[in-house]
C-alpha cells in the first residue's frame, strides 16, 4: 500500500481582524456622547456668561421701555399710558394714565397718576402714600403732604 503525502508550506500572514457591528457602535456612540456633553457645557457656559453681562436679562421691566409700557397696560383695565418712568434705580414705576369718559368714551375723562413697586417681574400697585420705603421722586409724583 501506498501513501502518496504531498504537503506545501506557505508563510504565515495574520489576516485583519474582524470587528463587529457592536464594537464600532459603541465607539461612535461614545464620541457622539462626548461631543454632545462639550457642545452642552460650552453652550451653559455661554449662556451664563450672556445673562451675566447682558442688562436686559436680569430680569427688570425698566431696562426695555417697550416691555414697561407692556407691564404698565396689564395692571389697566381701560386706561392708555401717557407717559411712564422708573425711580429708586428700577424699584418703583410710575405712570400717568388717560381714562376716557362716559360709555364709548364721549364723557368727560379723567388722568390720574399711577405707581407700582417692582418685585421680581410682578407689579404690585401702590395705593396711598402709606408706603414709607418710598422715594422721594415717587411721593412728589403722588403728591404726598
Do not use: H, K
Not at 31 to 55: F, K, M, Q, W
Not at 58 to 79: H, K, N, W
Not at 86 to 112: F, I, W
Request: charged fraction near 20%.
Amino acid at each position: 500500500m501506498t501513501v502518496a503525502l504531498s504537503t506545501e508550506l506557505a508563510p504565515y500572514r495574520p489576516g485583519r481582524e474582524r470587528v463587529g457591528l457592536r464594537p464600532r457602535l459603541r465607539s461612535i456612540a461614545t464620541a457622539t456622547a462626548g461631543i454632545a456633553l462639550t457642545g452642552a457645557l460650552l453652550g451653559g457656559a455661554a449662556l451664563a456668561t450672556y445673562a451675566a453681562t447682558n442688562p436686559e436679562s436680569t430680569g427688570t421691566v425698566c431696562t426695555d421701555p417697550a416691555v414697561l409700557g407692556m407691564r404698565i397696560s396689564e395692571q389697566l383695565e381701560d386706561g392708555e399710558v401717557v407717559e411712564s418712568w422708573c425711580a429708586d434705580g428700577g424699584g418703583y414705576v410710575a405712570a400717568t394714565v388717560d381714562y376716557p369718559g362716559g360709555s364709548g368714551g364721549d364723557g368727560e375723562g379723567s388722568t390720574e397718576r399711577r405707581v407700582w413697586r417692582i418685585e421680581g417681574e410682578d407689579l404690585v400697585a401702590v395705593t396711598g402714600c402709606t408706603d414709607t420705603a418710598m422715594p422721594p421722586s415717587i411721593i412728589e409724583f403722588l403728591e404726598c403732604v
